[in-house]
């Protein structure tokens, strides 16, 4: 489920990082004295083993296939939700940095995705809820399954949101959401399995490292809904924002790829698009929302104004063509010719 | 079992390389994490259907390998491993994206335009976040973060975390060891650990996992922690470092404003 | 406290499950005495070394490190006079390269990088590993592990050593190279083991502890030679004075 950076628009990755940061912030501060002391190590450590549990495959009764443990959900319920969300949030720093998993623009959207939700919401709704009457290995058992599937379903939604908003890859709203939230359905069953399992488990052979975390941790449940509530208006307000920067970029309305000088035109099924060529969009951090005509001052500026949309010029696009293979080229160039020099510097010394 | 081999294998190879002295790991960690940072937030401003213009950005993936002296095999087969879901997205497209471009007569999908501009932009932003690794490692960019005031808190759990992956998978694998030499014989439906054992494998991993955690707080207690972790002032940037940054600022703005291939294709077909 | 550096009286330590790991300890330690603390597993050793730690505190009696007594107040203070070489250096060397690792303590106390540094150095010279100081500790040997773990400590500079089982999982080679490094150090050291060969190497004091009591207490040469009593608290004698194996010939007393 990591989000990549090369399908989100910087836009929503500086939103999903301020709003991770905020949380990142707000947690290290819940955490305090406790955390400073006792609790870095036990991060720490504990970060690493949810790193290596990922790696061991459970095979899945009756089905042939093999499932993994995830990160958020336990480590909430052995840490306490600060504590386990500020782990998730280097574990996905580290697989970014390391694995390729995810990228660094959306290491935001990440976060969001796979620690708060868990953390914070399906964590403090609905685990804490059960476990509130006391343990039992059926509480335990429904709290896993119910923490990992809600928790998993509001994370792949919020996948399908981002990449929306972001306008870098054509999916309809509808096949994505169809196509994202059953998979994960699938998956948060088979994490609820294993999680609980292994919750159980911990919980029979020393009760008192899962008791402790549910109900030490003095946080106010006033707090945790402000923090929520808080969160939810910040994400209702941006995605309003990105939503009606979406709307108002007409479909099909986009940056030529051949765009030469503002020159070129694209023809789109039997329809007269039209490309902007001011140097005032290029240089706009939203390039695929911003500073846009509206659909309809465009189309009337193509349909009335024909001399200020000139008409197909092939000599352009192929010199587009070209100039994109020289770039290439220089570029293997470039790294062809330094590799050599100091190939040539080491033999000299030698 | 091959994951973590693979794994603890990608952990040493970023190591090693960030451990090589040539002119860009000499280059303030900041500089180059701001410079990286710069880099993803270009690459990823071009709008789907964009890849003649953004072609220019692959200079600076190419400089860092050959400057940094980093062998390509490793960081390109670690971006493989993070092509199918960009892919599997990209190829979506052509599916839904109905549009046509004409290219001096030949009419392309819009759909296989916006796929390949995505996988393109993919690539370079992958290979950016790892090559910061490759030239900077760890610890260093841990000192950055420092540098640019993230908490001490965060930062010293993040480098407990990259500290015992290493130490927690060679544990995990053994375990596993242990657990195939027994149990592969049984027939079961699929490879990987049994539901009976679901709970106690990894559960009693994890109880070690708390004891060792135990342990190294006590070491750190006896070291006299208390709380605060300081690191080791990092000197500030040199005329350098801030040069490296500004060189590739400056050229990413460029990138992004000038289409740099279409005026290169119109200097040559103009002169021909 | 006279020639006294440390001393226990009367310690008695019992787990939160009711089992009592340390009944009635006391004893003494001189400035620049080596002690062997052995007994077989269970025999209350680490949980003795962690009470001298302060990593746990005794249900009763006491212990004093130099002129201060251990309790949670003192703790930071009796860390700079005592340091302590932990089993698994895996546990001890918890930063990113050997360098930090070894910084580390001595950043805690807030001095200087330049004195920083000449504590670093100063210490991985001693263990001979100043070659390694850029790597991470996964790419150490076991012998250079074990090595950084003890400049870990030595760059605090303190004044007594404690080591459990330093020897541990070394092959013998590496072994043999941490005992003649311990024989370097002039530190007092308290060091528990259940490789008796490098205890008559290295210490000249033993104190055997059986079932959470001292046993015996004495000359490490006597007591090594003691069959009877190492028998009896579950322990062997040093390979060095049993009998040759292929010749049956018996070997020289040590005393001798």
Known sequence: MHMADTLISPAVGGIMWAASVGAIAYSIKKTGDDLEQKKIPIMGVMGAFVFAAQMINFSIPMTGSSGHIGGGMLLSILLGPYAGFLTMASILAIQALFFADGGLLAFGCNVFNMGFYTCFVAYQLIYRRIIH??????????????????????????????????????????????????????????????????????????PEIVERSAQGEPIGNVSVKRVVAALAAAVVITGGMLSWFASSYP??????????????????????????????????FLPDYGFK?????????????GERWPSVNAGTSVSGLVGGVMTLALAALSGLAIALIKRGKKAGAA | MTNITNSLYTIRFFDMAARKGTFIHRIHPVAKLLAAITYILVASSFGKYDIIPL????????????????????????????????????????????????????????????????????????????????????????????????????????????????????ETARVLTAY??????????????????????????????????????????????????????????????????????????????????ALIGLLITGVL | MSDYITSVKNLVYTYPDGHTAVRDISFEIKRG??????????AGKSTLLMLIMGLLMPQSGEIWVEELKVTPKSLTAVRQRIGMVLQDP?????????????????????????????????????????????????????????????????????????????????????????????????QT???????????????????????????????????????????ECGLESPLSLQNCPLCGSKKQDPGH
């Not at chain 2, 992958?126 to 900077?136: D, G, K, R, Y």
């Not at chain 3, 005495?33 to 269970?42: L, Y």
């Not at chain 3, 001095?111 to 540094?117: G, I, P, Q, R, S």
């Not at chain 3, 502890?209 to 009877?228: Q, S, T, V």
């Open chain 1, 133 to 206: 009457r006391g343990f039992s290995a059926g509480r335990i058992f429904t709290a896993s399954m119910l923490t990992a599937v809600i928790g998993l379903q509001l994370g792949s939604f919020s996948v399908v949101l981002q990449t929306l908003f972001s306008g870098k890859t054509e999916l309809p709203f509808a096949a994505f959401t169809l196509m994202m939230q059953p998979i994960h359905l699938a998956i948060g069953i088979v994490e609820g399995l294993i999680t609980s399992a292994v919750v159980v488990f911990i919980w029979k052979a020393r």
């Open chain 1, 251 to 284: 479909d099909g309305l986009e940056w030529s790829v051949f765009n030469t000088n503002g020159n070129s035109e694209i023809e789109s099924s039997g329809e007269v698009h039209t490309t902007m060529s001011d140097i005032q969009s290029k240089t706009a």
């Open chain 1, 293 to 305: 005509v509206p659909e309809e001052e465009a189309q009337q500026g193509a349909e009335g104004g």
């Open chain 2, 55 to 170: 072609l220019p950005l692959v200079f600076y993936p190419v400089v860092l390998l050959a400057v940094g002296d980093i062998p390509v095999m490793p960081v390109a087969k670690r971006m493989l491993l993070a092509g199918p879901f960009i892919a599997g997205m990209g190829i979506l497209n052509p599916l839904f994206d109905h549009g046509v471009f004409y290219v001096g007569g030949v009419s392309i999908g819009a759909g296989w335009i916006a796929c390949m501009s995505l996988i393109i932009k993919g690539a370079l932003t992958v290979m950016s976040a790892l090559l910061l690794i490759a030239i900077t490692g760890m610890d260093k960019t841990a000192q950055a973060l420092r540098m640019l005031k993230v908490p001490r808190a965060f930062v010293l759990q993040l480098l407990l975390t990259y500290r015992y992956i290493s130490v927690l998978m060679e």
């Open chain 2, 180 to 261: 195939n030499l027994r149990a592969s014989a049984r027939k079961g439906s699929g490879k990987g650990v049994k539901k009976n054992a679901w709970g106690s494998l990894a559960g009693q991993l994890l109880l070690r996992t708390l004891g060792r955690a135990e342990r190294v707080h006590g070491a750190m207690l006896m070291r006299g922690f208390n709380g605060e972790y300081n690191t080791g002032e990092l000197a500030p940037m040199n005329i350098k470092d801030i040069a490296y940054l500004a060189i590739w600022v400056l050229f990413f703005a460029a990138v992004r404003i000038y289409n740099i291939p």
């Open chain 3, 33 to 42: 005495e080596s002690i062997g603390i052995i007994g077989a597993n269970g």
């Open chain 3, 90 to 186: 895996d546990d001890q060397l918890f930063m990113a390269n050997v360098y930090d690792d070894v910084a580390f303590g001595p950043r805690n106390y807030k001095l200087d990088e330049a004195e920083v540094n000449e504590r670093v150095t100063k210490a991985l010279q001693t263990v001979g590993i100043l070659y390694l100081k850029d790597r991470p500790p996964f790419r150490l040997s076991g012998g250079e592990k074990r090595a950084a773990a003890i400049a870990s400590v030595l760059s605090m500079q303190p004044g007594i050593l404690v080591m459990d089982e330093p020897t541990s999982s070394l092959d013998p080679k590496a072994r043999r190279r941490l005992i003649s490094m311990l024989k370097e150090l002039s």
């Open chain 3, 189 to 231: 050291k308290i060091i528990t083991s259940h490789d008796m060969d490098m205890v008559m190497e290295v210490c000249d004091r033993a104190i055997v502890l059986k079932e959470g009591r001292i046993a015996a207490d004495g000359l490490a040469r006597d007591i090594l030679a003691d069959c009877r009593l190492l028998e």
